[in-house]
């Protein structure tokens, strides 16, 4: 069995709105937010959630190198075998971090990929270094289907750590 982590921002991890939004690196070993909406998904390509990972994206601007090296450290520590950083759907913030994230992973040899809307400025930023995984925008239409496109890249990773052609459609 796979082992994937998940990364999210404070909102998403359910730990608050803005006025979360300098809160501090952490997790839980346990699927959290959307990261619930996935277990099922990933079970049935003999992956599982090991751990969810969240910062208050407000806090990772401010502080890029300490949450990097820690999410890349529980990365190795909890044996990840691929990380999806998102979904980040269409905020701009939480694009930003979980592009910076995705990249920095990759970079100290963690399989990893980011989701977010086209909407999202940091399609822009890092569609050229990262893994973009497409999805709509918060309340769009195709969240199903891109949740199942998630599990389908990330697991890829995680397996063989390279997509097809035909895996590749689902990315900007």
Do not use: W
């Amino acid at each position: 069995m796979k082992k994937i982590l998940v990364i999210l921002n404070h909102v998403t991890a359910g730990m608050g709105s803005d006025e979360q939004a300098q809160l501090p690196p952490g997790g839980k070993k346990a699927a959290m937010g959307p990261a619930e909406t996935l277990v099922p998904l990933f079970k049935e390509k003999d992956a599982e959630i090991i751990a969810t990972l969240y910062c208050g994206d407000q806090y990772y601007v401010s502080h890029p190198e300490e949450v990097n090296q820690k999410f890349i450290g529980f990365a190795k520590k909890f044996g990840a075998d691929a990380v999806l950083c998102g979904p980040a759907m269409h905020y701009p913030n939480f694009g930003m971090m979980a592009g910076s994230l995705a990249k920095a992973l990759a970079k100290n040899g963690v399989p990893a990929a980011a989701a977010m809307s086209a909407e999202n400025p940091a399609v822009e930023e890092f569609r050229e270094t990262v893994l973009i995984i497409k999805m709509p925008k918060k309340g769009g239409i195709g969240l199903n289907q891109s949740y199942k496109n998630m599990v389908e890249c990330v697991t890829v990773l995680a397996q063989r750590g390279e997509l097809t052609a035909e895996e590749q459609e689902l990315l900007f």
